[in-house]
């Protein structure tokens, strides 16, 4: 049984900096990607960034380019997101997720549905 929990969430000032942490187990870490997603209240879950095996390969949505920085340390299964400068439209319940496919197309990890495993979400508020 695959389990991912979240943690690193918290308030923070417009501006300022958190690293989430998603620790991983249930199976070997290194062979699949990882992904962060979000959901703000009364907004549909979105896509953060997604990370391939190895950490060689990333993607970010356009709203957190350039600010956000995803990272795994397969040593450790925990995978991170590093975000900085912060804004309020990031407040959010960050969640960390799993596939349990590997895909051969690195875009399809954009996608909620490519995603058979979810932590329980840790909440993240950006005061203005």
């Known amino acids: 049984q695959v389990q991912l929990v979240e943690s690193g969430g918290g308030l923070v000032q417009a501006g300022g900096s958190l690293r989430l942490s998603c620790a991983a187990s249930g199976r070997t870490f290194n062979n699949y990607a990882m992904g962060w997603f979000r959901q703000a209240p009364g907004k549909e879950r979105e896509f953060v960034a997604t990370?391939?095996?190895?950490?060689?390969?990333?993607l970010y949505a356009d709203s957190v380019k350039g600010r956000f920085t995803i990272s795994r340390d397969n040593a450790k299964n925990t995978v991170y997101l590093h975000m900085n400068s912060l804004k309020p439209e990031d407040t959010a319940v960050y969640y960390c997720a799993a596939p349990n496919i590997v895909y051969s197309r690195g875009s399809h990890y954009s996608n909620d549905w490519a995603y058979a495993y979810w932590g329980q979400g840790t909440q993240v508020t950006v005061s203005s």
């Open positions: 990370i391939n095996r190895s950490g060689g390969s990333t």
